[in-house]
């Protein structure tokens, strides 16, 4: 059986689906008020202070940086029940009125976790294994994801102590890296991390959160990309990641054998499981999470977690 441990810290890049951009048509600000032009979904919106009663709202999922044509949800108007997999959230009426019933501190606590950009769990492969485990246990985990995205190793350094250590985790899982080797477009001034920088902050990173808490048990994700780039340190730093868990008897999940080997051999489309070749799609979130908890679960049977006494 997979160690039940108190706290569960995500730390490194964000495990989460970032909300893509919207067009947003609200009548309010249409001084001819017109009627709203058909868009992808068509909402109703009806706020509490009055500023909008049943106004349409248009939003496209198939231009820009949103979701396109080929990922579009389309529903078969003939079948009346149809079931998909996918990541969401969303308040309905039902759900906004029982809302108002609860007391404010819980009310507070449980919209933050799904919704809050800074303190929720995002939708992404740590969502649905805090699912898995407190779908079994409710109160047997507290978990937190404190990922970033866009953080390089560096990044994380920086940050894991308030992030990390002050917040007591009894099990960390690291994944970071796949920032490292490649240019950030939209801010220049963080270039890419060298493998010899991406080992001195990684072993510092364990050595010293197994100082602060000799009893802490760790796992390292290996970096990926999906495909891989053909010239690049990339595959160093991958490497590094699996030595240095090795090195620690600490857990190591393998990614980027996940996507290499396991996915590509189910489906070979590559964007059936990455947008683009860095950021998994729904498909490719939850097999990382299922892989994730099989991993951690034989690691944790073999002995592995934290350095051998």
């Not at 080797?181 to 072993?203: F, I, L, T």
Request: contains cysteine.
């Amino acid at each position: 059986m997979m160690r039940i441990v108190n706290n569960v810290l995500f730390i490194g890049i964000a495990a989460a689906l970032l909300g893509c951009n919207t067009i947003v048509d609200n009548p309010k600000d249409d001084p001819t008020n017109e009627p709203t032009p058909q868009r992808d979904v068509m909402t109703y919106v009806t706020t509490a202070d009055g500023t909008m009663g049943f106004v349409a709202v248009g939003k496209d999922y198939a231009e820009g940086l949103n979701m396109s044509p080929e990922r579009t949800l389309k529903l078969n108007t003939k079948v009346r029940y149809q079931e998909f997999d996918g990541f969401g959230a969303a308040i309905t009426g039902a759900a906004a009125f029982n809302l108002m019933q609860m007391p404010a501190e819980r009310r507070q606590k449980l919209l933050v976790e799904p919704f809050s950009p800074e303190k929720g769990m995002g939708y992404g492969y740590v969502r649905v294994i805090a699912d898995r485990l407190l779908g079994e246990k409710p109160d047997s985990h507290t978990i937190i994801n404190t990922g970033i995205s866009g953080n390089r190793i560096v990044d994380l350094y920086a940050r894991i102590k308030v992030d990390c250590w002050n917040l007591h985790p009894d099990f960390i899982s690291i994944l970071i890296g796949v920032n490292d080797s490649g240019r950030n477009k939209q801010d220049p001034s963080k270039q890419r991390v060298d493998p010899a920088s991406y080992e001195k902050n990684m072993r510092f990173m364990v050595t010293n959160s197994l100082a602060v808490n000799p009893n802490l048990k760790i796992v390292i994700c290996e970096p990926f990309r999906y495909p891989m780039p053909k010239q690049s340190n990339f595959g160093e730093c991958q490497k590094i990641a699996k030595d240095i868990a090795e090195e620690y008897n600490l857990v190591f999940v393998p990614f980027g054998k996940l996507f290499s080997e396991k996915l590509d051999a189910l489906n070979p489309n590559k964007k059936y499981w990455c947008w683009d070749a860095i950021h998994p799609t729904y498909a490719g979130h939850m097999k990382m999470a299922d892989f994730w908890i099989e991993e951690v679960k034989k690691g944790f049977e073999a002995g592995k977690g934290s350095p051998k006494k």
